[in-house]
Structures are given as structure tokens and as C-alpha cells.
């Protein structure tokens, strides 16, 4: 049973005291204090005897002040800055009256020093008014540090707060509420030597990062926590490497790109995650251009249950669109996304369609139901290796399905589609990266047929950190076993960028770039796989090599060691935002692609043994950029029989040989997916435990 619900079970406390009686007190407290600071001030002045009716007067004005400025609504121990405020504009207001009571005394007839009274008065008032509350607040909090105490290890973590601004002081606060955590904040680093030496509620400013040892050695600080959220990640990994050395554990605050619109940023401390090391400085968006596209609209998202689908969605609600149209075939993850948007946007209307987009009928129904003025397709098949040995799957979904997309936005009236691709696009070496080259020259090509003032982009990017099958969560589940940690090659790089950092860039470069073009977004400099994983082990408070083991396995199906963001032929300028490049696409033309399409209709519908080196065939000859694997499809021309044999299809004196090779009877996992599409040389062909009759025809899948 949580806290809240055991509050509830628990019988009210024969103590309470009802709002009306509170409130009575509260006004009682605050008119005694006023009616002591009219006769301390009076007598002090006036040197005469006190005058009860004066004092009435003054006590039944101060409280009407007060009343209005409503002072004695809220929880004197929880008083904070606008309470502060609210008080000192009551004073304030209290004096003003003092001073217009002194301008009228001769029209008045009244006893002159009365003003001078009244102003000294409404000071005083304003004093023990005050003092009430922040006393009130004192008292909470020193109880609440001694209760504490009495309950918890007496053992305290001597803790720094690197970064003595507005997130530091929130921390420190924190920390103060939560003395049960057991962190002793003993001082803050800071670079901003203006403060060097200052105190921040209470706690100095011991100096800069560059004396960051000797702080730590000097106060045998065992905990720091980084309270940097907008520091960029090559500065929270020099932080983390330093303060790793020194054995110092270390905790961090959310970083400000997890804010989703009007989201207000808070101290939440936690561990130090790869996000927070790879962070890049905050995305800076177009609001006012977004919200002037968007509100009012009515936007659809293919794959809203993925992660890149689901961020978008989470975005653009927060641009208030009309209506948003959350498109998927997973039921469990539209359910999720269903359930996040309810909580962060009550408000916001919204649809669940179940639908798969290589339905054509079904897709274009939906797309005449709903008619949306915006369609972020990001529906795809994305798995490498998998693609590998199903081809079929990725001509279907990656291929057929963008063509529905694009087809139905069409007929619709569609006024701006945003197509998400990826940078294994560029020189293909995969299926996955062929079938999305294709996929971006059908939106080129739609963006000639649509109407004027419409836009039809796609936008290129790289890998993000966290989605469904990354690296991360594979190396975090691998730590958390006690490893070994599996990388497939040591100088395999990839570029990384955080989920909500790629859905902003695609929302700014996709709903306001021009139509008919390939967007690539800034993704930083490539990362080194198996750098990531030395990081992910040191962050968990581990040594690599020592305490997780990293293996290196050989390349899988289709992986290439270095992925690229641009063709040779593509030039990129920088007119959008300052984090996307805008290529000159190069599409196929019109004929060529129409043909190709129809080839892969055909091809579909081929037994097994045609169907997969024809489908290869047709992606060389409409990418010639593509160079099929040849540890994946390439490496049998076009189909994968065979697959139990040993993945050693590069001589031994390469780099990127497996460490430990398997036997020669292993079967790897990434080549038999399926194993009931497994031939041996030993078995005859009419004994296959499958059919080789064609497929359904592709009109009857609908796709």
C-alpha cells in the first residue's frame, strides 16, 4: 500500500480544525499584530496614552489590506517568493494609504501626527506579518530535519552541486525536503568566479571546476550531483570521466530537451544516463511558425506506437492541433501512447487507428474519414538483419506502404507530408537502406503531382538513443546480467541523437521546409559503438575490461562499419535551422520507378527461390548505389538457403573477424530467423517442410 493510500485508510486526526475556524484564527493573529504595531508606533511618537478607536480603525483597515491581497490563504510553513511578494505589496499599499491620510489631515480635521502613525504603522505590520510566516516555515522545516534525523542513518554523503544557478538552488531545496535521501551539501562549483566565495541559501560557492580535485580531497566529498541541465553532453562527460576517477558517485537532474511544450523543468535527481553524456545543446524551434501550422489541424501519424512516431505525437500536441489521428498495428503500443497523451494533454482530441499501412483500402478509408491536413508517415520496417532474410517485408512495408501513404494523402488534399528516412539510405549496403532510397524518391515524385501550396519532404537521420532495438537498452540489459557486452566490430560508428531531439528537428525541417525536398538533419559527429558500450559500463560504476567483458562478434547481415548522411552527388545548405541541411535529391525517374514498382509486384508473387534474388535485382537496378551485403542477401544472391553455415565470409587476417567463431555446426541466430526456411545440402527440395507456391497476389494483400 503507497503513501496516499495509507493516508486515506488512517482515521482523521481528532485535531483537525475545520477552514472556517483556520481562517478566523489566522485573521485574529494578524489583527492583534497590527493592533500591537499601531499602539508600539503611536506611543513611541506620540509619547500620549492609547487610543482604543484609533487602533480598531487601523486593525479593521489592516485586515481589509490584507483580505484583499488574500495573505492569509495559504500555508504559512510552506510560505515561498510570490507569498513574499504578495505581502510586501500589502505593506506597501498600507503605507501609500498612510501617505494619502497625510495629504488629507487639514480638509479632515484631523489630529496631525496621525499620518506619521499611520505610515510607521503599516511598516511595523508589514515586519510581524512577515515574521509570522517565515517563522511559521522555519519551524516546519527544523522539525521535519530533526524527525529525520531521528529515523535515518545517522551516516551522511558529503555531497557537491556542481552549478550554483537556478537548478542548483532548486536541488539544494530539494535535498533540504528530503533529508531522509541522506546527502550533506557541503558546498557548489560554479565557473562564474563573480560568485566565488558567496553562499547560496546558506551553502558557499567554493570555486570553479578546474579546482574540482582538490575540493573533492579537501572535504572528502563522496557524491556530486550535476545541476547543469542546458551544459552540452562533451561537458557532462569531462565532468563524469573527472569525477569517476576521484571514486565519486554521481547524480544529475533531467537535461532541459525532455520538456515537452509549456512543461515546467524540476530538480528530479537520478543516476547519470548515456543521454546525459551524449547531450547536445537544446533544439531552439520555431514556435510561433509551428503553432501557426499546426493549431487547428488535423494530424495523422503512421507508426504512433514506435518511438519516433510516439515523440511526434507527444510534440505536436503540444502545438494544439484539432484533431490528432494516431495510425498503427500494434494495439499494445497505440494503447501506451493513448494512455501518455490522456495524462499530458486531457484537453487534446484524439484518434486510435488500428490499421496497417499496406492495406490500401483500409488506409485510404481512413484518410477519407479523418482527411488530414498533416501526415508524418513514420511506419516502417527497420531491422537490418531481419530485412536481410525477408526482403519481401521491407518492398511491402518500407515500399508498397509509403506508396499508400502517399497515395491516399493525395487523394485526400493533404497539405504537408513528412516522410521519415534514415541514413542507411545513402549507399546502400542493406535492404532496409534500399527500400527507404526508393521509398524517398516516391514522396519526390508525389510532390510533382500535388497541388499547389502543398509540401511533400522526406527527412534523413541517423540511430536514437533508446528506441526500440538500440544498442542501449541491449547494452543495459547486457550489464545488468554481468555481461559480456557484445559489439560487433571495434571500429563500427554510427550517429546518435536523442528521441526528442530528432521528432523537434523533424517537426521544424518537415512541416515548414519547401516541398520536393530531402532533409537531413545535423546529427554531430559519429560515435564509436564500442566507445558507447566502455561508457554505459563506467556509468553503472564498473570498470570495462575488468568487471563487464566486451566482445567483438563480426559484422551481422547487411551492417556496414561507417553510415553516411549524403549521395556524392547531393550538396547541402543550411537555410532552414542551424541543426538541418537541406539536400538536392536526386529521385528516379518517373518511368524508371513506375516500371520498378511493377516489377516488384511480380516479384512478390514468385516462389520463394525467385522471389528473393529477383526483389535484389530490381533494388540494384532502381538504386544503383546499392551493394548488396555479402553477409546478407548478397551473400547467396539474393536468397539465404544454407543458412546454417558458419558466418565466416571474411579472411581471418581482418579486423573485423568474429573473436570466438562459432563451430562448424552453430547456427547463427541472425541468419535463421526462421527455421522452417532452412534447406541443408542433405535434404532433397521436394522435401522442404514449406510450400514454394506463389504468394497471394499483391491486390488480394492490399497493398
Known amino acids: 500500500m503507497d503513501a496516499h493510500a495509507k493516508s486515506a485508510a488512517e482515521p482523521m486526526s481528532p485535531y483537525v480544525v475545520s477552514p472556517i475556524l483556520r481562517q478566523a484564527g489566522k485573521q485574529l493573529l494578524d489583527g492583534v499584530l497590527a493592533a ?107 522539525r521535519a530535519r530533526k524527525s529525520a534525523n531521528g529515523k535515518v542513518d545517522q551516516r551522511k554523503f558529503r555531497t557537491l552541486i556542481v552549478g550554483a544557478g537556478q537548478a542548483g538552488a532548486l536541488v539544494l531545496q530539494e535535498l533540504r525536503r528530503h533529508t531522509e535521501l541522506g546527502f550533506h551539501v557541503i558546498g557548489f562549483i560554479d565557473d562564474n568566479t563573480s560568485i566565488y566565495g558567496e553562499r547560496v541559501h546558506g551553502i558557499p560557492v567554493l570555486g570553479g571546476t578546474a579546482r574540482l580535485e582538490e575540493i573533492v580531497r579537501k572535504h572528502k566529498v563522496t557524491h556530486a550531483i550535476l545541476a547543469i541541465p542546458s551544459a552540452p553532453g562533451q561537458a557532462v562527460r569531462k565532468l563524469n570521466s573527472r569525477l569517476q576517477s576521484m571514486r565519486v558517485q554521481i547524480k544529475t537532474v533531467p537535461g532541459l530537451y525532455n520538456l515537452l511544450g509549456t512543461q515546467v523543468w524540476k530538480p528530479v535527481i537520478r543516476d547519470v544516463s548515456i543521454e546525459d553524456v551524449l547531450r547536445r545543446d537544446a533544439v531552439h524551434l520555431d514556435h510561433s511558425a509551428l503553432l501557426e501550422a499546426i493549431e487547428g489541424s488535423v494530424v495523422l501519424i503512421t507508426g504512433a506506437g514506435g518511438s519516433i512516431g510516439s515523440e511526434l505525437a507527444r510534440q505536436i500536441a503540444t502545438f494544439k492541433p484539432k484533431h490528432l489521428v494516431l495510425l498503427g498495428r500494434g494495439e499494445n503500443s497505440l494503447w501506451m501512447i493513448q494512455r501518455e497523451l490522456h495524462r499530458l494533454f486531457p484537453d487534446q482530441a484524439y484518434s486510435l487507428e488500428l490499421m496497417d499501412i499496406r492495406k490500401r483500402n483500409g488506409l485510404r478509408e481512413i484518410f477519407q474519414i479523418y482527411r488530414p491536413d498533416i501526415v508524418m508517415h513514420a511506419a ?182 561507417h553510415e553516411e548522411l549524403f549521395l556524392d552527388q547531393e550538396r547541402s545548405t543550411t537555410t532552414l535551422h542551424s541543426k538541418v541541411y537541406e539536400t538536392n535529391p536526386h529521385g528516379i525517374d518517373a518511368d524508371k520507378l513506375a516500371v520498378g514498382l511493377e516489377g516488384f509486384r511480380k516479384a512478390i508473387a514468385l516462389p520463394f527461390k525467385q522471389r528473393q534474388p529477383e526483389i535484389v535485382r530490381l533494388l540494384q537496378a532502381m538504386v544503383p548505389t546499392y551493394t548488396p551485403s555479402i553477409l546478407g542477401v548478397g551473400r547467396y544472391g539474393g536468397h539465404a538457403w544454407n543458412r546454417r553455415k558458419p558466418n565466416s565470409p571474411l579472411a581471418p587476417q581482418e579486423a573485423c573477424r568474429r573473436k570466438n567463431p562459432p563451430s562448424k555446426d552453430a547456427t547463427a541466430p541472425w541468419l535463421v530467423l526462421n527455421k522452417s526456411r532452412v534447406q541443408t545440402d542433405e535434404e532433397p527440395a521436394d522435401r522442404l517442410p514449406f510450400s514454394l507456391e506463389p504468394w497471394a497476389p499483391i491486390d488480394e494483400l492490399d497493398a
Open 380 to 561: 516502417a520496417h527497420k531491422h537490418v538483419p531481419f530485412l536481410e532474410t525477408h526482403p519481401a517485408e521491407a518492398v511491402l512495408n518500407n515500399i508498397f506502404g509509403t506508396m499508400n501513404v502517399v497515395e491516399a494523402a493525395l487523394e485526400c488534399g493533404t497539405r504537408t507530408l513528412v516522410s521519415i528516412s534514415t541514413d542507411k539510405a545513402v549507399n546502400p549496403t542493406n535492404v532496409l537502406g534500399a527500400s527507404k532510397r526508393i521509398a524517398e524518391c516516391i514522396v519526390l515524385e508525389a510532390s510533382k503531382k500535388a497541388a499547389a501550396g502543398t509540401s511533400f519532404v522526406s527527412v534523413r537521420f541517423g540511430n536514437v538513443l533508446g528506441s526500440r532495438g538500440s544498442v542501449v537498452p541491449i547494452f543495459m540489459e547486457q550489464i545488468e546480467q554481468g555481461g559480456p557486452i557484445t559489439v560487433t566490430h571495434p571500429e563500427m560508428t554510427r550517429y546518435f541523437m536523442t528521441i526528442p531531439e530528432a521528432s523537434q528537428l523533424v517537426l521544424q525541417a518537415g512541416v515548414l521546409g519547401e516541398t520536393g525536398k530531402v532533409y537531413v538533419l545535423d546529427m554531430g559527429e559519429p560515435v564509436k559503438i564500442a566507445d558507447l558500450a566502455a561508457d554505459m559500463v563506467r556509468l553503472s560504476g564498473l570498470t570495462p575490461g575488468r568487471d563487464i567483458e566486451i566482445q567483438f562478434t563480426g559484422l551481422r547481415p547487411g551492417e556496414k562499419l
Open 36 to 142: 500591537c504595531a499601531w499602539l508600539i508606533v503611536e506611543g513611541l511618537w506620540t509619547g500620549t496614552g492609547w487610543y482604543l478607536k484609533q487602533t480598531a480603525i487601523w486593525v479593521l483597515i489592516s485586515l481589509s489590506v490584507g483580505g484583499l491581497f488574500q495573505l492569509t490563504r495559504h500555508v504559512y510553513s510552506l510560505t515561498d517568493v510570490r507569498d513574499t511578494m504578495r505581502l510586501a505589496m500589502a505593506t506597501l499599499t498600507l503605507a501609500s494609504l498612510a501617505v494619502v491620510l497625510k495629504v488629507m489631515t487639514g480638509p479632515l480635521g484631523l489630529f496631525p501626527p496621525i499620518s506619521n502613525v499611520a505610515f510607521g504603522a503599516s511598516i511595523l505590520t508589514g515586519g510581524f506579518w512577515g515574521t509570522l510566516r517565515v517563522g511559521c516555515r522555519w519551524w516546519r522545516e527544523t
